[in-house]
């Protein structure tokens, strides 16, 4: 079945560490989405790529990088410069265009600082 | 400013009795509008959407959305809700073609026996 993997479901992160979200879509879509989700205050978009090797910052890109070598992945790193990462991270792929009415969620990593 | 804005962050309902959940959204959005299903700690599952054409929509679970144009609302309505309903609801618009959302902030429906 075609869908979107993130992985891993839990993940714990200590002072000063780098960590990396897995997001991989077999849906062969272009437009790939990172979003951060904070308890009553919805989602923010904080990257997202159009197309392999390129990608543009969202509303809240500070303290994340992402990388986009392959269609299928997509991967988000929050660096320790992300002062308050612990949220719930979501990732979406959709079709450009006219196609974002097909937009597809993960099923979500939850990051928490030890 | 571009915004999508979910009037109640919180909907306590009976079973079986109606419920609206409201959505307005800023002119700046493009009116492609969505409405989206959270369970817990799952990700966001489509419900409806409007793109076009008629401005009753209706969705999967028994709901539907009216789009209202003048009212700038997007409000999404079922007439008969069921404990499984019980999750948290997103409205979001599109900015723009390119297919970046702008969400709500959420709306969390808690339907009790």
């Known amino acids: 079945d075609g869908g979107i993997t993130q992985s891993p479901k839990y993940l714990f992160r200590k002072e000063g560490q780098n960590v990396t979200l897995s997001c991989e879509q077999n849906?062969?879509?272009?437009?790939m989405y990172w979003y951060r989700q904070d308890p009553g205050q919805g989602l923010r978009l904080i990257y997202y790529s159009q197309i392999v090797n390129d990608f543009q910052k969202g509303d809240i890109a500070e303290g994340y990088s992402v990388s986009r070598e392959k269609k299928e992945s997509f991967p988000l790193t929050v660096t320790s410069a992300q002062k308050n990462p612990t949220a719930f991270y979501l990732c979406?792929?959709?079709?450009?265009?006219?196609?974002?009415?097909?937009?597809?969620f993960g099923s979500g990593t939850q990051l928490s600082v030890l | 400013a571009q915004s999508v804005t979910q009037l109640d962050s919180q909907v306590p309902v009976f079973e079986e009795a109606p419920v609206e959940l409201r959505c307005n959204y800023s002119?700046?959005?493009?009116?492609?509008l969505f409405w989206y299903v959270q369970y817990p700690n799952q990700g966001l599952q489509l419900l409806l959407k409007?793109?076009?054409?008629?401005?009753l929509v209706k969705g999967i679970n028994g709901f539907e959305a009216e789009f209202n144009k003048s009212q700038t609302s997007f409000h999404l309505r079922k007439p008969s809700v069921h404990i499984s309903d019980t999750a948290e609801y997103f409205c979001a618009g599109a900015k723009g073609s390119q297919g970046n959302l702008i969400f709500g902030k959420g709306t969390k429906l808690s339907v009790k026996p």
């Open positions: 002119s700046s959005v493009s009116v492609y």
């Open positions: 849906l062969n879509h272009d437009a």
């Open positions: 979406a792929s959709s079709g450009t265009g006219v196609e974002v009415e097909k937009l597809f």
């Open positions: 409007y793109l076009s054409g008629s401005t």
